[in-house]
């Protein structure tokens, strides 16, 4: 069964602090990994993609692919009260012979002001 | 900037009536998703579209589900007899190219009684 795995939480992290999200995927030939967002009732928005190994950074937010050990993390710098929300990892899975995304259960972050 | 919309935001339906979800993708893509949400799970993957025909769809989507992009704008999900437990968010989304990245609307949610 290909999974893409996440700690549900919830991860409560003070106002200003580093959050760092995680997430375990089964399929090796995985190419494409997205990090979403979504607030409580509303739709998934897209964080940031990565698809090489290695960091990528965009503002507070930095990924982190590592496909040797089929890991996926999402680092939020200087959280605020608003990145409070479920986020969301999703991997385009079979060696990119699809489309379709995979995604995991979410992590419940709790930024406290 | 452009956004995928849906219509309508929550559909409530008696159970063996069917429904129709509507989506307006991002106008210069060529994927169409649906994925569903049930109540405090993750995001699943019903169906992916493209060239006026399906490319791919999961286990969920049976014979009681359909799709169709009946003009040059919409995108439209058909349940034909509705079950209990098609109680769901529903979530259209678009990308502009394969496996590129996924934009989601907001959502329409069901609810069969």
């Known amino acids: 069964q290909k999974e893409v795995e996440q700690n549900s939480g919830p991860l409560s992290v003070p106002e200003g602090a580093i959050a760092s999200l995680n997430c375990t995927y089964s399929?090796?030939?995985?190419?494409?990994f997205f990090w979403y967002r979504q607030y409580s009732g509303k739709s998934p928005e897209l964080i940031m993609f990565?698809?090489?190994?290695g960091d990528k950074e965009d503002g507070r937010f930095t990924a982190q692919l590592n496909k040797a050990s089929q890991y996926v993390s999402l680092l939020i710098r200087d959280s605020q009260p608003s990145d409070s929300a479920t986020y969301l990892c999703?991997?385009?899975?079979?060696?990119?012979?699809?489309?379709?995304?995979?995604f995991g259960t979410g992590t419940l972050l709790a930024v406290q002001p | 900037e452009p956004e995928v919309t849906q219509t309508p935001s929550h559909q409530v339906t008696q159970m063996g009536q069917e429904v129709i979800l509507r989506c307006v993708p991002i106008s210069n893509h060529l994927y169409f998703y649906w994925y569903r949400q049930i109540l405090g799970q993750k995001v699943e993957f019903l169906v992916s579209?493209?060239?006026?025909?399906?490319?791919?769809k999961s286990e969920i989507f049976d014979d009681q589900f359909s799709v169709e992009r009946p003009d040059g704008s919409n995108f439209t999900l058909k349940i034909r007899s509705t079950k209990l437990e098609d109680s769901a968010m529903y979530f259209c989304?678009?990308?502009?190219?394969?496996?590129?990245?996924?934009?989601f609307g907001p959502g329409t949610r069901l609810l069969v009684l």
């Open positions: 579209f493209y060239n006026n025909e399906i490319s791919e």
């Open positions: 399929d090796r030939g995985s190419q494409s």
């Open positions: 990565i698809y090489s190994n």
């Open positions: 989304a678009s990308s502009g190219e394969f496996r590129e990245t996924q934009y």
């Open positions: 999703a991997v385009n899975m079979y060696g990119g012979a699809t489309n379709k995304l995979i």
